[in-house]
Nanobody
Framework: QVQLVESGGGLVQAGGSLTLSCVASRSTFSDDNMGWYRQAPGNQRELVAKINTDNNNPYYADSVKGRFTISRDNAKNAVYLQMNNLEPEDTAVYYC????????????WGQGTQVTVSS
């Protein structure tokens, strides 16, 4: 069973930055497209960014485009989310996983990392 461990969340003021990290316990990590998701209280979990195995052609949700950057380091089995110019609306628990199609993901969800943006 693949384990996903997210870290890097915290409390930040609006306009601030955070970098999230996710490490996967999977030796074939480089074969998986990876994505960052978030879930705010009362909302469904949504995909905010994804990156393919070749570390190119990233996808971003409109709400984060131009502010968030996804990247990966296959040698470290890690995927990152650099978040700049954070807004209170970005407050959520952030998770990583491997998107399959629609809302279907490949692995069991990790514990996520809380991001709280104060106004």
């Amino acid at each position: 069973q693949v384990q996903l461990v997210e870290s890097g969340g915290g409390l930040v003021q609006a306009g601030g930055s955070l970098t999230l990290s996710c490490v996967a316990s999977r030796s074939t990590f480089s074969d998986d497209n990876m994505g960052w998701y978030r879930q705010a209280p009362g909302n469904q979990r949504e995909l905010v960014a994804k990156i393919n195995t070749d570390n190119n052609n990233p996808y971003y949700a409109d709400s984060v485009k131009g502010r968030f950057t996804i990247s990966r380091d296959n040698a470290k089995n890690a995927v990152y989310l650099q978040m700049n110019n954070l807004e209170p609306e970005d407050t959520a628990v952030y998770y990583c996983n491997s998107p399959v199609f629609g809302n279907v993901v490949r692995f069991k969800w990790g514990q996520g990392t809380q991001v709280t943006v104060s106004s």
